[in-house]
């Protein structure tokens, strides 16, 4: 199994920006599908952002697009989430996640073989 370490989550006030990371214990991740997804008390969880491979270009839904960035360091190891201008409407648990197949999209929820722990964002003043 792959361990997932999640950190750079907090309190953030509106406006604030938060980089969240996601460490893969050493294993490089250059050939893994990576997702990031939230979810917040009583809601479903939801996708917030994926890279399906590594020459690919991230998507991003649009509640966040235009303010979060989806990017993976140069060691292959780590995958960091930029989030700019965070809203309240962005507190929530985040869980980064990832499988390690050939992708060309990003994968269902369901595919994902692999979850961090979840880092909590709360935005508010």
């Known amino acids: 199994q792959l361990q997932l370490v999640e950190s750079g989550g907090g309190l953030v006030q509106p406006g604030g920006s938060l980089t969240l990371s996601c460490a893969a214990s050493?294993?490089?991740?250059?050939?893994?599908?990576i997702g990031w997804f939230r979810q917040a008390p009583g809601k479903e969880r939801e996708e917030v952002a994926c890279?399906?491979?590594?020459?690919?270009?991230?998507s991003y839904t649009h509640f966040v697009k235009g303010r979060f960035t989806l990017s993976r360091d140069s060691t292959r190891k780590t995958v960091n989430l930029r989030m700019n201008n965070l809203e309240p409407e962005d507190t929530a648990v985040y869980y980064c996640?990832?499988?390690?197949?050939?992708?060309?999209?990003?994968?269902?929820?369901?595919?994902?073989?692999?979850w961090g722990q979840g880092t909590q964002v709360t935005v508010s003043f």
């Open positions: 890279m399906p491979n590594l020459n690919s270009r991230s």
């Open positions: 996640a990832v499988t390690r197949r050939l992708w060309s999209l990003c994968p269902a929820e369901g595919d994902y073989t692999d």
């Open positions: 050493g294993i490089s991740l250059e050939f893994y599908a």
